[in-house]
């Protein structure tokens, strides 16, 4: 079961694993229990930013609120155990990032509830599995086979991420301690098995999958013996979209009176959302933040432009000319992400553009892959020097991906949420960045809708450029595989399905302009859909469909 998806609107704001094998030389190249080599964190010394995205500790005390100086960990040798140090060691954590240093040195106790503002990428997961492991072995260590560390997190990339930092940090306790995931998009009984006739001491789970397991009170029983729930990136994890799901997993757990610990890490978190957030606080819980107040917000010092397409048949062409554009502005090192607006569009754009743009590695990661194969491209992504990752929201917020110097989202962003945390991807740990928005003339309101936002008209002429982008986008085309092409017409409709209000379409307009999609793709007309999955978009009796009462996955032949 995957997470439920946010609810798609857009609030007024008060201020593959797959890379390219044609990717030309010029442009450089595990289960979650898994402990894998940790990248060593650079001493305090360093004072230049690491080439290969590592994290510069002094640089982060430049940027926090305070004038706290870096203290190492070493100095905490009275407050955690030994082998907690010996595995920071290990895995090169000399220093203490701001974060880890406010938690570890200004909470009551280490098992004192709290909320806590970072940014990511700051070394908050360190900052709260040290105090919760650390509570542990200070003599509340739960019976073999119990959770004593709940952590929730909104996708199974941080939860995969969060569970790395585990098993590193636990390294060298005797005998280890067990660390399980728990997420969408795997086999659901081998990885209940698992985690059943394991000892998970600790899990990170998303939202969807942990209430889905937890509906069985076998699941349940393991959970008798809680001593810590943490909601990373909490304004998330209780906002419309996740907190029916959280508030339910609430009530399957142990309840708040039996003096668990609850922690809530997130970059943002807004007064409403800090209300909600109190389902798992004691009163007088304790409020810490890194964030420089006199700070600009990433969302307000990226330039962000938009560009706006008569068409949606140009927006290809487009993308191509801006890529190029960025660029040829910025040579070394280009590395960006696109974000797409589906799944199966995100795969299309790869398959298309590692074809129409060979110069530049190109990467894919959305939630139509397999969990090692994600694995494998977000490691593969975050060492590359440059590249251009296409991407859905799976790598929307909670990623850290070092170095992407640009952001391209094509298509309507979800919601304005959305677009900002797209845009916290670039810009990171004191880099520069650009965001670029490509809209085609329907979804040209989003800028207009967020005056607050400070999104320009893109300063370069485009549209003069298409003839010569078009063409290499036609022959990409038809090296494309039909079957990629017809799920993305699907896709298209069913997003687009959800905003015809906003894009001022009906259902029949909606089917006239998925079709220009399509043709757009070389198709000679447009993909077969099955009756079925016509009735549940709500598109039965449209005209300009093509449908089938069953489609032979075997022999598809997408748009023929």
Not at 280 to 308: A, K, M, W
Request: contains cysteine.
């Amino acid at each position: 079961m995957s997470p439920p998806a946010s609810k798609r609107k857009w609030p007024r704001r008060n201020g593959g694993g797959r890379r390219s094998d044609n990717a030309m030389p010029t442009l450089p190249t595990n289960s979650s229990t898994t402990l894998t080599q940790q990248i060593k964190r650079p001493k305090v010394v360093d004072l230049q930013p690491s080439t290969d995205g590592r994290m510069d500790v002094k640089q982060l005390y430049s940027t926090a609120a305070g004038a706290a100086a870096p203290k190492p960990f070493s100095d905490l040798k009275d407050k955690l155990d030994k082998v907690l140090l010996d595995s920071l060691d290990k895995m090169g954590f000399e220093y203490m990032s701001p974060v880890q240093q406010k938690v570890l040195t200004e909470l009551p106790s280490l098992s004192s509830d709290c909320v806590v503002q970072a940014k990511t990428g700051t070394g908050k997961t360190v900052a709260f599995l040290l105090p919760a492991i650390q509570n542990l072995l200070s003599g509340n260590m739960p019976p073999q086979g119990k959770v004593a560390i709940l952590v929730i997190c909104p996708t199974r990339e941080l939860a995969l991420q969060i569970a790395k930092e585990c098993n590193g940090v636990t390294a060298c306790l005797p005998g280890g301690m067990e660390c399980h995931t728990a997420f969408g998009g795997t086999r659901r009984a081998s990885n209940l098995k698992t985690f059943l006739n394991g000892s998970p001491t600790v899990l990170v789970a998303t939202p969807g999958r942990l209430n889905d397991i937890l509906g069985e009170e076998i699941v349940r029983e393991k959970f008798s013996h809680l001593r810590t729930v943490i909601l990373d990136e909490a304004d998330q994890m209780l906002d419309d979209g996740f907190a029916p799901a959280v508030k339910q997993i609430l009530r399957r757990i142990p309840p708040k009176g039996d003096g668990w610990q609850g922690m809530c890490f997130s970059a943002t978190l807004p007064e409403e959302v800090l209300d909600i957030a109190k389902i798992v606080l004691f009163p007088g819980y304790t409020h810490l933040s890194t964030l420089d107040r006199n700070e600009t917000p990433t969302h307000e010092r990226v330039p962000q432009f938009h560009i706006s397409v008569p068409t949606v048949s140009q927006t290809f062409a487009v993308l191509s000319a801006v890529m190029e554009e960025e660029y040829n502005q910025n040579p070394t090192d280009f590395k960006a992400i696109v974000f797409g607006t589906t799944a199966n569009g995100v795969r299309l754009l790869y398959n298309l553009y590692r074809q129409a743009l060979p110069r530049f590695q190109s990467f894919e990661l959305h939630s139509r892959m397999s969990q090692n194969i994600r694995m494998r491209t977000t490691d593969e992504f975050k060492t590359a020097s440059s590249g251009i990752l296409f991407a859905s929201d799976v790598v929307g917020r909670g990623m850290d991906f070092p170095n992407v110097g640009l952001v391209i989202q094509l298509g309507l962003p979800p919601s304005t949420d959305q677009y900002v945390h797209r845009i916290g991807r670039t810009a990171r740990a004191g880099k520069d960045g650009r965001a670029v928005l490509v809209l085609t003339e329907r979804e040209s309101f989003f800028p207009s809708i967020n005056k607050t936002l400070p999104i320009k008209p893109y300063g370069v002429d485009i549209a003069s450029r298409l003839g010569k982008y078009e063409a290499d986008i036609t022959r990409a085309f038809g090296n494309v595989d039909e079957v990629t092409k017809s799920r993305a017409y699907q896709a298209f409709l069913g997003y687009n399905k959800a905003f015809l209000k906003k894009l001022q379409l009906t259902p029949e307009s909606l089917v006239r302009l998925a079709n220009e999609y399509a043709s757009a793709m070389g198709c000679p007309e447009p993909p077969t859909m099955e009756k079925s999955l016509v009735g549940k978009m709500g598109l039965k009796g449209v005209a300009g469909l093509r449908i089938v009462s069953r489609i032979d996955k075997r022999r598809s032949k997408g748009c023929d």
